[in-house]
């Protein structure tokens, strides 16, 4: 059974940072995609960064500069760096991954930068 946990969450003024966590488990960590996802009140859900089974990153365009995605497949978890945070960083984030054409979704962490 697929588990996401996040951790890392929490209240920071802007310009600060903050380090999100997934720990990952019932599937095989190192060769699958991981992503971040945010959804802010009122908005959908977008994607924030992804790392691939190789370290293959991408981001939104929001983001490049300040975050930074990575993997430590010894510890089957995948990280977000969050550096020079703005209010406009301000949501619930989720740990992603797809498995046998089904996406799978953490209970996401609150994310306040206030300003």
């Known amino acids: 059974q697929v588990h996401l946990v996040e951790s890392g969450g929490g209240l920071v003024q802007a310009g600060g940072s903050l380090r999100l966590s997934c720990a990952a488990s019932?599937?095989?960590?190192?060769?699958?995609?991981m992503g971040w996802y945010r959804q802010a009140p009122g908005k959908q859900r977008e994607l924030v960064a992804i790392?691939?089974?190789?370290?293959?990153?991408n981001y939104a365009d929001s983001v490049k500069g300040r975050f930074t995605i990575s993997r430590d497949n010894a510890k089957n978890t995948v990280y977000l760096q969050m550096n020079s945070l703005k209010p406009e960083d301000t949501a619930v984030y989720y740990c992603?991954?797809?498995?046998?054409?089904?996406?799978?979704w953490g209970q996401g962490t609150q994310v306040t930068v206030s300003s």
């Open positions: 019932g599937f095989i960590f190192s060769i699958n995609t």
């Open positions: 992603n991954t797809g498995l046998r054409m089904r996406d799978y």
């Open positions: 790392i691939t089974s190789g370290g293959v990153t």
